[in-house]
């Protein structure tokens, strides 16, 4: 008889003290009690992994990653420990175990592990013996057995990856709001819960900042085809189903607006206007493993062009360090950077095929006097570099702009 698997994630602020966690052991056992085979995902108590960094980095500014692995790491175990007993006292049987226990296999990509195979067969033998499982999320082993950590929200993939594997019938997100919205609804006052996204817009916006959903683990349910439901810890209703485009989607535009503010802006001056130029710098860049974000060239009058590009805020240093070196070899001039920007997006599938979206976003940032210092495009999404003090004016304005509060009838 084909069984009915559920996994539910709950995520940091859901569990983040012993009445929380009471509150999600009582959910759980409402679904097991439901007939579901329950498989619980948890990620660390409140802000566990935040103060673990930064109890590495009073010790150590550039800490070995397989022990800050080993040590960030533990944060879900305590989690999945205390649900279980949690659960224990509601009269369910339960049974906690970690990554590496239920065979999460990774590759050796320390802090942003991959994941290369699960082996299901212990879960299964536990969900037939009636118990609730609960893994610790946001973790595995590489094939020597050392623990690696799947990247920041990394609970999300692991959540994801066993419901795919254990061919669970939902894959729900319990977190601390009702669901996507569609602006980070502590910027936005009005933002409005979306009821359903594609997977490629829910990817571009956690991509773009917000930090709802692990993008990687929109990537992964998208390649296996996982539906997931993003949803709250503390109500019933009905939150965000992301799954397949479906064609109505299409006829809204914009479906949200997001923001990062951590990445900096890095300006070579002077760069001479020649073939060959544009490739030694970024491939010089890359060379040292930094990501580059948005690049823009300026026109050249004078044979002398000012090239600017945004990494992440953390990379700033090294891209500096590596902009000095390149700009002495190519013959071009100061390194200029600038760490108070913002990158303001919208996404949406329906750009596909209006006009005048770009203008519509540029008018609301002009509107508000927000200058626009850097801009790029893609199919479904339009990113521009702001002031990081005007960020939360600018998604405010765009939120507005293109009418996606409350009010909206759609
Ligand atoms: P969890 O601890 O459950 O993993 P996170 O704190 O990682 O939860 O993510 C939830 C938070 O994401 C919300 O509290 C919200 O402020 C923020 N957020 C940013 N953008 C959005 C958005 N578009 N929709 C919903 N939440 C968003
Ligand atoms: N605890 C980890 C983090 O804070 C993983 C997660 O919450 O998904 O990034
Ligand atoms: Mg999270």
Redesign the pocket.
């Known amino acids: 008889m084909a069984r009915d698997i559920i996994v539910q994630k709950y995520?940091?602020t859901s569990v983040a003290d012993v009445s929380r966690i009471q509150n999600v052991a009582r959910r759980v056992v409402k679904a097991r009690r439901g007939g579901k085979d329950v498989v619980v995902v948890v990620?660390?108590l409140g802000d566990?992994?935040?103060n673990l960094i930064e109890l590495a980095l009073t010790i150590t500014n550039d800490p070995a990653e397989r022990e800050l692995d080993m040590l960030i790491s533990t944060?879900?175990q305590v989690s999945c420990a205390l649900l279980a007993m949690a659960i224990h006292e509601l009269g369910e049987d339960a049974i906690s175990f970690t990554g590496a226990q239920v065979g999460i296999i990774t590759d050796n990509a320390f802090t942003r592990a991959r994941i290369i195979d699960i082996n299901a067969r212990r879960i299964e033998e536990e969900l037939r013996k009636k118990r609730i499982v609960i893994v610790a999320?946001?973790q595995g082993v590489n094939v020597n057995q050392d623990i690696t950590t799947l990247g920041?929200?990394?609970?999300?993939l692991t959540a994801v990856a066993l419901a795919k594997v254990l061919k669970a019938r939902a894959c729900e997100m319990n977190t601390d709001v009702e669901g996507v919205f569609t602006a980070d609804p502590r910027i936005v006052k009005d933002a409005r819960k979306i009821d359903k996204i594609s997977y490629e817009e829910m990817f571009e916006l956690a991509s773009l900042g917000a930090q709802v959903l692990?993008p990687r683990s929109i990537e992964f349910a998208m390649k296996f085809a996982v539906p997931i439901h993003v949803r709250s810890s503390f109500s019933n209703r009905q939150g965000t189903i992301i799954s397949r485009e479906v064609r109505a989607m299409e006829d809204i535009v914009v479906s949200g607006v997001a923001m990062n503010k951590d990445e900096a802006k890095v300006t070579i001056c002077d760069v001479p206007d020649k073939p060959g130029i544009a490739a030694k710098i970024f491939r010089e860049i890359a060379r040292q493993g930094i990501n580059v974000d948005m690049i823009v060239q300026n026109v050249s009058r004078t044979g002398a062009t000012d090239v600017s590009f945004t990494v992440l805020a953390g990379d700033l240093g090294k891209t500096i360090k590596v902009a000095k070196g390149i700009s002495s070899k190519i013959g071009a001039g100061e390194i200029t950077f600038d760490k108070d920007i913002a990158k303001v997006s919208i996404v949406g599938i329906g750009m596909k095929s209006h006009s005048g979206v770009a203008a519509n976003m540029f008018e609301a940032l002009a509107d508000n006097g927000i200058n626009i210092e850097m801009i790029s495009t893609s199919e479904i999404k339009i990113s521009a570099v702001v002031d990081k003090k005007r960020g939360q004016d600018a998604v405010r304005a765009i939120h507005a702009k293109f009418g996606l509060g409350k009010k909206r009838k759609s």
């Open positions: 995520g940091g990620s660390a566990t992994t935040d944060g879900e999320g946001f920041r929200g990394g609970s999300n692990q």
